[in-house]
C-alpha cells in the first residue's frame, strides 16, 4: 500500500478525528509499514524543515509527519513502530568525492598519514615490510606516507632516500604520499630509471640536467645536486617501472569485496561518487552486486589519461576513449544502484612544495602568478623549518644567473651559497604546469560534454582553475549544453572566477577538514605564494592565499551550490564526514585559530553540501538527497545533534559524532551495536 494523502497516513498512525477516523486502520499490504516517532528529522527539504517523524514502506518514504499527527497509538502487530527517542535524523550522506576502491581496509604496510621522524619510517618500514604477503611484486610498498608533516632528519638519515636504503638495498622501496600525488623512494628505485630510449640510466645529477630534464622539477635533490628520493606526481613512476603500484593492495580488495561497504555505511555514506574510477576495478562492484551485498548508489567517474591516447603530434583518439567510457556506460544503465555517466579530468597537480629539498621543490599546481622562492631554515625547537628569507628572483644576481643556468653554466651551489645564502636554483621562475596542454584540457572537456558525460575536474591551482572554467564554458556554447560539471578541490581561487561558477552551473566541490590550519603542512605552501617572513608570519589577513583558500562562502555568495566530499583514501581511509562537516563551519579541527573565518558556511549549508546539493551534482534528487515523500528511504540516526552543536558555539564536538544506524532503501544495513 503506498499511502498518498496526509488525510489517510493520519488514520494510520493515530486514527485522528481531523481524518473522520475514530478506530485504528490495519495495513493492508503484506510489508509492514515502518512508523519513525519522536525524532528531530532534518529534511532538507525547500524549506530546510525538521519533522518529529516519518512513514516508510518498502524502499520508499510514504510520509513526513508534523507534531499534529502525532499523538495516539496505532496496532503496532499490524505496523513497525521505532521510537527515535529524541535522536537527530539525517538524509544518507553523498560523498560527492571518494576512492572507495582505495580505501578499502585490506592488510597493507601503511603510515596512517602519521607525522613521523626519517628514523620512525626506516624502523616501521624495515618491520612491516619484511612481513609476508606484504611485498606488490619485487617493490615493498608503504602506503599513506605524510610528506607535509614530520620526516625530520637525524644522525642516521639526512634525506628520505636514505631511510629507505636501511630498508633495502636489494629491492625497490616506495613510499605513496597519503594525497597520491608524493613518493619517497630508495636508491635501487632511483636506479631503474629508464631513459626515452628505453636505457637504464637511473636519475642522477647528470641525468636530471640530460635525459630527464623535462622531469627535473618533479624529483627532489640534496645540496650536491643528487636525487633525494622525493618523487612528486606520477611522471617520474613511469620511468622507474612503479606505475601499477598505483593500486596497491588491490588483489586483496578483489578477495574481500564485502570490505567496500565497510568504508561508507559505518560514516553514514549511501551516495559517493567515485572521483577516479579505473575500468580495472569495476570487477570489486560487479562481484558485491552479485551477492546483493552493495547498500550504495554509485557514480562512478571514469578516468582515462588523455595523453596516453595521443600521437606524436600531440592529436588524441578521444573517439577510442569516449567509445570505452560509453560501453562502461551502457553496461550499468540498467543497474538502480550504479551508474557510469561522469568522466575524470586532472587540470594540475599540488600546491605543496617541500621546503626538506635543497633547493626547496616548488608546488606545481598551475598558478597564475611565479611562485616565491622561500630561504628556509631548521628550527631545532620546533623541530621544523622556518622561514628566514626569500631569493629576489627578480634582482640582477638572479637575472645573471639564470643566464647562466640556461646556458648550461650552473654556479657551484656550495660556493654560491656561501656567498649568497640561498641556492643558485632558487633564482628560476616558475608557476606551474597544467597537467595537460591547455588545448587539450579544452578539447577532452568539450567532447565529453558532447557525449552526454558531466565532468568531475581536479583544479588546485587558481590557473588550473580558471581553464577548468575556460573548458566547461567552451563546452557548454558548443554543444549547447545545460550539463551541470564539477570541479573539486578549489584549493586557491582567483575572485574574479567566483561569479563564473553560478553563470556556467558549475558544482563547487570541496574536501572541508583541508580548510584549515596545520602549521606544518601550511609551512610547505603558504610560503611559496605569500611573504611569511612578515609580522603576521604565515597567516597573513592580507595575504593572497588566506584570502581566497578554499573560498566556500564566497563562491555560495556569488551562487554557487556548494558540494562536499572526502577524498579519502587522500589524508586518511576515514571519510570522517562529522569531521568535514566541522571544518566547513569553524575552518578549524585542530584547535587553532581558524583559517580564514570569513569563509565559513552555516551548519545548515554544510550538511546541506552532504545531501541534497550532492545528490543534485549526482543527478539523483528526485530520488534521494532529501527526506520527503517518494523518495527513497535512504538515512542515518546519530548519537548527537550537529544543528544544536552550531547553533549554540559547540561546533567543535562535531568531530565527535557517531552514527548509530544507516538505512538504505528502507532497510537497515548498519548499526553500531552489531
Not at 560501453?327 to 561522469?342: G, M, S, T, V
Request: proline content about 5%.
Amino acid at each position: 500500500m503506498k499511502i498518498k494523502t496526509p488525510c489517510l497516513a493520519a488514520m494510520i498512525i493515530l486514527a485522528l478525528a481531523a481524518c473522520g477516523a475514530k478506530e485504528d486502520v490495519a495495513a493492508t499490504s503484506e510489508t509492514k509499514e515502518i512508523i519513525f516517532i519522536n525524532g528531530r528529522i532534518y529534511t532538507a527539504n525547500e524549506d530546510r524543515a525538521f519533522a518529529p517523524g516519518m512513514i516508510v514502506h518498502g524502499d520508499e518514504i510514504v510520509e513526513i509527519l508534523s507534531d499534529e499527527l502525532l499523538g495516539m497509538s496505532v496496532d503496532e502487530d499490524k505496523y513497525e513502530i521505532i521510537d527515535l527517542e529524541g535522536r537527530l535524523v539525517l538524509p544518507g550522506l553523498h560523498d560527492a568525492h571518494i576512492h572507495p576502491i582505495s580505501a578499502m581496509p585490506v592488510p597493507v604496510c601503511s603510515l596512517e598519514n602519521t607525522p613521523m621522524t626519517l628514523a620512525e619510517i626506516a624502523a616501521y618500514s624495515s618491520d612491516c615490510t619484511a612481513q609476508p604477503g606484504m611485498a606488490e611484486g619485487d617493490w615493498l610498498v608503504v602506503l599513506a606516507w605524510n610528506f607535509a608533516a614530520g620526516n625530520q632528519p637525524g644522525e642516521d638519515f639526512k634525506t628520505i632516500r636514505e631511510a629507505l636504503d636501511a630498508v633495502s638495498t636489494e629491492q625497490p622501496v616506495i613510499l605513496r604520499g597519503s594525497d597520491g600525488h608524493h613518493y619517497g623512494v630508495n636508491s635501487v628505485a632511483l636506479a631503474r630509471a629508464k631513459n626515452a630510449d628505453g636505457d637504464i640510466v637511473g636519475f642522477t645529477k647528470e641525468t636530471l640536467s640530460t635525459d630527464f630534464a623535462d622531469l627535473a622539477a618533479y624529483i627532489g635533490v640534496d645540496e650536491t645536486g643528487e636525487p633525494n628520493g622525493r618523487l612528486t606526481e606520477d611522471y617520474a613512476l613511469t620511468a622507474i617501472d612503479a606505475g601499477s603500484l598505483l593500486d596497491s593492495g588491490l588483489a586483496k580488495s578483489r578477495e574481500a569485496p564485502e570490505l567496500l561497504m565497510k568504508v561508507t555505511l559505518p560514516k553514514g555514506i549511501t551516495s559517493f561518487l567515485d572521483a577516479a574510477a579505473s575500468p580495472d576495478t569495476l570487477d570489486i562492484y560487479d562481484a558485491l552486486r552479485a551477492k546483493n551485498g552493495f547498500h550504495a548508489r554509485a557514480h562512478l567517474a571514469l578516468y582515462f589519461d588523455p595523453s596516453e591516447y595521443g600521437d606524436e603530434s600531440g592529436t588524441v583518439d578521444y573517439a577510442t576513449i569516449l567509445n570505452k567510457a560509453n560501453a562502461i556506460r551502457e553496461k550499468y544503465a540498467d543497474d538502480p544502484l550504479i551508474e557510469a555517466d561522469f568522466l575524470k579530468l586532472f587540470a594540475d597537480g599540488v600546491l605543496e612544495g617541500d621546503p626538506l629539498s635543497d633547493p626547496p621543490m616548488l608546488p606545481n599546481a598551475a598558478s597564475s602568478r611565479n611562485y616565491l622562492q622561500p630561504i628556509y631554515e631548521w628550527d631545532d625547537e620546533a623541530q621544523w623549518v622556518r622561514v628566514a628569507g626569500y631569493a629576489d628572483t627578480s634582482s640582477a644576481l638572479c637575472e645573471n644567473t639564470r643566464a647562466e643556468i640556461a646556458a648550461g653554466n650552473s654556479p657551484d651551489a656550495v660556493a654560491f651559497k656561501a656567498t649568497n645564502g640561498f641556492h643558485p636554483m632558487q633564482c628560476l621562475q616558475a608557476n606551474g604546469v597544467l597537467q595537460h596542454p591547455e588545448q587539450m584540457i579544452m578539447d577532452y572537456v568539450r567532447e565529453g560534454d558532447k557525449a552526454g558525460f558531466t565532468w568531475h575536474i581536479h583544479a588546485i591551482g587558481d590557473r588550473a582553475i580558471r581553464t577548468s572554467i575556460d573548458a566547461i564554458e567552451a563546452a557548454r556554447i558548443a554543444n549547447h549544453s545545460g550539463a551541470k560539471h564539477i570541479i573539486t578541490h578549489l584549493q586557491l581561487v582567483r575572485p574574479e572566477d567566483f561569479d563564473r561558477f553560478a553563470a556556467n552551473d558549475i558544482y563547487a566541490s570541496f574536501t572541508f577538514a583541508w580548510a584549515s590550519r596545520d602549521t606544518q603542512y601550511d609551512a610547505t605552501v603558504i610560503p611559496f605564494v605569500d611573504r611569511a617572513d612578515g609580522p603576521n608570519g604565515m597567516y597573513d589577513p592580507d595575504g593572497y592565499y588566506f584570502s581566497n583558500v578554499y573560498p566556500a562562502a564566497s563562491l555560495r555568495d556569488a551562487g554557487a551550490v556548494i558540494i562536499a566530499g572526502s577524498d579519502a583514501p587522500v589524508d586518511t581511509k576515514d571519510p570522517r564526514p562529522f569531521i568535514n562537516i566541522e571544518g566547513a563551519v569553524s575552518r578549524s579541527i585542530f584547535g587553532l585559530p581558524p583559517l580564514n573565518g570569513n569563509q565559513a558556511i552555516s551548519i545548515y549549508d554544510a550538511v546541506d553540501a552532504y545531501t541534497i546539493n550532492a545528490a543534485k551534482a549526482l543527478k539523483q534528487d528526485d530520488i534521494a538527497g532529501s527526506l520527503e515523500p517518494g523518495k527513497k528511504a535512504d538515512f542515518i540516526i546519530l548519537d548527537q545533534d550537529i544543528f544544536d552543536l552550531a547553533e549554540n558555539g559547540n561546533a567543535s564536538d562535531i568531530s565527535e559524532t557517531n552514527v548509530l544506524e544507516t538505512w538504505f532503501g528502507g532497510r537497515k544495513v548498519y548499526s553500531s551495536g552489531e
